[in-house]
């Protein structure tokens, strides 16, 4: 990238700058990018001493007003519809029931864990090729939806309304993933192919598939582990890498969003278009005002100082001054407009599951 790109008022990056970016930045810069607050404390640091003013785009808020901006879901959108695709190209056998003069041939079943926007874009893709779907998720709220997709919704007790704040799903405790794990490993064992898109912002993805689950699978399964970048859903996850364990092939692809160039760009160049209209005034001008929820929720570094709360704790927890960041601080939603994702689009034509 030419030095003179560097030197412009604003700067809009996909992932965040590595240390030679910063250093090419200027103490009036505005840079726009996923910057991973809760995780990637030394760039944060970085971006705090260069004296940049940096937003990061999933510290937006989630709220009705901000949907426009929530690069979050668009890419998760992506990934979801590309997860079932790359099932296909593995499982080595049909999706849909197929009824031919040499017999017939039940429908591939599939079981989505975790139903926020890159689940629900997985049921319904999943869905739109003929496989009987089964979604999940820790919370209870979400079962209408993957419904409303013509998908079964899976309920187990452990972790059953593990509601957390910004529409995201809280850590389960020690025990809740436990019995959690133990009662997904007879449900896992009936699917032919799994999709796991569970995480919790700044936390590891919990392990949902555990080794022994993988071994009662049927051989032959798939499992696409969309969490791999977080350490991933199953244990036996080798996140970028397609493995065959136990006769079940495992795929963790990395930025998957990025396999689908065309749309993940024009989706995210939207996305970043929206933030930049809210941080100018009508004559083009920047104007960032911090009283905005939005400006303020998703400003990261301002001044040569951390201003996110949940990235400064992140950064002092690095530097073992306290405690790690509750996952509910990426996004502070009031609860007034809090609201979960919304479903990705159904197809009128399928049949209910």
């Known amino acids: 990238i030419a030095d003179d790109v560097w030197n412009a008022d604003v700067v809009a990056k996909v992932a965040g700058p590595t240390d030679e970016e910063i250093a090419k930045l200027g103490n009036d810069t505005i840079l726009v990018g996923f910057l991973g607050p809760l995780t990637n404390t030394h760039g944060t640091s970085g971006l705090a001493q260069a004296g940049v003013t940096s937003f990061a785009m999933e510290a937006i808020p989630r709220i009705s007003r901000a949907q426009a901006m929530d690069a979050l879901s668009s890419q998760s959108n992506v990934a979801g519809y590309k997860s079932v695709l790359l099932a296909t190209q593995h499982i080595g056998r049909f999706f849909p029931m197929m009824m031919t003069a040499a017999g017939t041939v039940p429908p591939a079943r599939v079981l989505v864990l975790g139903a926020g926007v890159a689940g629900l874009q997985a049921i319904a893709t999943a869905r739109r090729l003929g496989a009987q779907v089964t979604g999940y998720d820790v919370r209870a709220a979400v079962a209408e939806q993957v419904q409303s997709l013509g998908a079964a919704f899976l309920e187990l007790e452990a972790g059953k309304g593990a509601e957390g704040e910004g529409g995201y799903a809280r850590e389960l405790t020690d025990e809740e993933k436990a019995a959690q794990q133990q009662e997904l490993a007879d449900k896992i064992a009936t699917f032919d192919v799994v999709i796991t898109t569970a995480l919790v912002p700044g936390r590891k993805a919990p392990i949902l598939v555990t080794k022994q689950s993988v071994e009662k699978m049927k051989a032959g399964s798939v499992i696409v582990d969309?969490?791999?970048?977080?350490?991933?859903?199953?244990?036996?996850?080798?996140?970028?890498?397609?493995?065959?364990?136990?006769?079940?092939?495992?795929?963790?692809?990395?930025?998957?969003?990025?396999?689908?160039?065309?749309?993940?760009?024009?989706?995210?160049?939207?996305?970043?278009?929206?933030?930049?209209?809210?941080?100018?005034?009508?004559?083009?001008?920047?104007?960032?005002?911090?009283?905005?929820?939005?400006?303020?929720?998703?400003?990261?570094?301002?001044?040569?100082?951390?201003?996110?709360?949940?990235?400064?704790?992140?950064?002092?927890?690095?530097?073992?001054?306290?405690?790690?960041?509750?996952?509910?601080?990426?996004?502070?939603?009031?609860?007034?407009?809090?609201?979960?994702?919304?479903?990705?689009?159904?197809?009128?034509?399928?049949?209910?599951?």
């Open 226 to 353: 969309l969490a791999g970048e977080s350490g991933g859903n199953c244990e036996l996850t080798e996140p970028g890498e397609v493995v065959v364990k136990h006769d079940v092939t495992i795929v963790s692809p990395l930025n998957l969003p990025a396999s689908m160039p065309e749309h993940a760009s024009s989706l995210y160049a939207r996305n970043v278009q929206s933030l930049l209209e809210l941080l100018v005034d009508d004559e083009g001008e920047l104007d960032l005002d911090f009283d905005d929820e939005i400006i303020a929720g998703a400003c990261i570094t301002r001044d040569g100082e951390i201003v996110h709360a949940g990235a400064k704790k992140a950064v002092d927890a690095d530097a073992g001054k306290g405690e790690p960041p509750a996952p509910a601080q990426l996004a502070p939603t009031p609860e007034d407009e809090q609201e979960a994702p919304a479903p990705a689009p159904a197809d009128k034509t399928a049949d209910a599951t």
